[in-house]
């Protein structure tokens, strides 16, 4: 689904972060995404959303090339994408309800499906009473929850994952990875980066390491 | 649009735009209608300007010459033309003098002949164009003498009040573009944040524009509201005080004009600043 060819990502004027990267996501992927911090796994991920465009080499989506595609076409492609920030990315004036309802209504879903939706969602995740609140009352794990909920709502093509269970205690971290990996049975492409290596090592998939801009498997 | 606006940028943002375009439209359609006032002021007041002209023909050498040119003001210009009252006793009588010869103290000498026209037509109407255009067809060496300074300044005035009230309908369309465009830059600047994640959700630039549009035109309608109510009031009034509510239909017409003017202008304007604000998203 997505393929990267000799990579490089520079951020202007500086140094090269990313160096020839190769990597492939194909459907019912599941992989890790490791490597000391400052590594570059961010900026990779941000090349696996669109959220940059690559300074070297290609990224074909779907098959075609992300500079031939039409700005209507990325947002088509986005809506496919669920992507977990490693900082949450709430917006602050919604509630929960509507920052998890967000990408179901840039889908068109109808209100009534959303209302129930985004109730299990939250039901699932242990916050069906806040669902009034704002992101600024809840816990960092609270907000993560949330920025996950959000992220699988719509059970997207692939799931980019940034430091999902950092702000999470044991009991979800594994609750969350099994939520993960029952996504990536019904054919969703993973990608998580992260440094929980006793998660890791529970739910085993193959890992991709990055070192100094290069991609290891 | 399934989007709640609030989902981007807080509903109060903008309400502060509507009030701007409120003043804005209101002061665009008092001009524009004063634009259009002028044209029937300055009718007015060359209506009170006298409406005669004097005509001099000069002496000629043959008393022949100088009866043909009186006689073809009094037989074709006037004739054709039918917008001259002229003074029946003084001009019958001298150009009976001429032509019958009755009496011969008058023929011997050639005298120059002034008449006092009155106008039937309105001066307004370029009556007394066309007058002297005849007149001087028939006697090229004709001499009239007319209001035709004062006409030119009363055409003056209105021209400099027409250019006043033009120049500020321009402005208040010019200050609202220039007011909208940075206000929205400033509010994409504010929120970009949210902009830039719901983008990478997936929502197109036009749907961010849809957004923002939608959250300016409600306090931009209720604005011009107002503007249109005060707009039509003052014209009312105005126009029926000062005797000039011939155009008082019109004046509404503009009015309604105007009003969607502005609103069609915050909405172009809206899309083609958020447009160009995140062009540069990837
Ligand atoms: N917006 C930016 N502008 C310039 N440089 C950046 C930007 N974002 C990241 N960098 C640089 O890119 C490098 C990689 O950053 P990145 O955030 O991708 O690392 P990371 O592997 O995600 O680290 P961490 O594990 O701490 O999250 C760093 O050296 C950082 O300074
Ligand atoms: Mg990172």
């Known amino acids: 689904m997505i393929n990267l060819a000799h990579v490089g990502l520079r951020y202007d004027g500086g140094p090269e972060i990313l160096t020839d990267i190769n990597l492939t996501l194909d459907k019912g992927s599941f992989h890790y995404l490791t490597g000391p911090s400052g590594s570059g796994k961010t900026s990779l991920m941000k090349l696996l959303f669109m959220g940059l465009l690559p300074t070297r080499g290609d990224i074909d989506f779907f098959g075609e090339r992300v500079q031939n595609l039409s700005r209507r076409e990325r947002a088509k492609i986005r809506q496919q994408i669920g992507v977990i920030f490693q900082d949450f990315r709430l917006i602050p004036h919604l509630n929960l309800f509507d920052n998890m309802a967000l990408p179901l209504r840039l889908a068109h879903m109808s209100e009534h499906k959303i209302q129930t939706a985004v109730h299990d969602m939250a039901e699932w995740i242990g916050l069906r009473d806040y669902l009034k609140s704002k992101p600024a009352f809840l816990s960092g794990g609270q907000q993560q929850r949330v ?24 009991m979800m971290g594994q609750k969350i990875m ?5 996504l990536n049975k019904s054919g969703t492409a993973v990608l998580i980066a992260s440094h929980n290596k006793i998660l890791m090592d529970k739910f085993a998939h193959p890992s991709l390491r990055l070192k100094a801009g290069h991609l290891i498997s | 649009m399934s989007i709640p606006v609030a989902q981007v940028i807080p509903s109060s943002t903008f309400s502060h735009v509507g009030l701007m375009v409120s003043f804005m439209s209101l002061m665009a359609i008092l001009c524009a209608c004063s634009f259009i006032g002028v044209f029937d002021m300055t ?9 005669t002209l004097t005509i001099e023909i000069p002496a000629y050498n043959t008393m022949e010459q100088s009866v043909l040119s ?7 210009a006037i004739k054709i033309e039918n917008f001259l009252e ?3 006793l003084v001009t019958d009588i001298q150009i009976k003098t001429f032509t019958d010869g009755e009496s ?26 066309r007058l002297i255009r005849n007149i001087t067809d028939l006697v090229p060496d004709v001499v009239t003498q007319t209001a035709k300074d004062w006409e030119r300044d009363i055409h003056n005035i209105a021209l400099s009040l027409q250019t006043l009230f033009g120049g500020l309908l321009l402005a208040s369309f010019l200050i609202t573009i220039f007011t909208i465009s940075t206000i929205i830059k400033i509010q994409v600047k504010a929120h970009a944040q949210n902009i830039e994640l719901i983008h990478l959700m997936g929502a197109p630039v036009g749907l961010i ?8 035109t409600i306090p931009v309608l209720v604005g011009c509201g107002i503007a249109l109510c005060l707009a039509c ?32 202008i915050t909405r172009l304007t809206t899309e083609w600043t958020v447009r160009k604000a995140l062009w540069n998203l990837p």
């Open chain 2, 233 to 264: 009031l003052s014209l009312y009034v105005l126009l029926a005080l000062t005797g000039l509510h011939q155009n008082l239909y019109l004046c509404f017409m503009i009015a309604i004009g105007i009003v969607v003017i502005f609103i069609t």
């Open chain 2, 43 to 51: 009718k007015q007041w060359m209506r009170d300007v006298d409406n």
């Open chain 1, 147 to 170: 920025a996950i909920a959000r992220a699988v709502i719509t059970k997207p093509k692939i799931l980019l994952a940034d430091e999902p269970t950092g702000s999470l205690d044991d």
């Open chain 2, 70 to 76: 009186q006689r073809a003001i009094k037989q074709n």
């Open chain 2, 209 to 216: 524009a849809a957004l923002f549009k939608k959250s300016i």
């Open chain 2, 86 to 88: 002229y003074d029946p």
């Open chain 1, 178 to 182: 099994g939520l993960f990996e029952e």
């Open chain 2, 104 to 129: 011969d103290n008058d023929i011997s000498i050639p005298e120059p002949v002034f008449m006092t026209v009155t106008l039937i037509e309105d001066r307004a109407d370029q009556a007394e164009e």
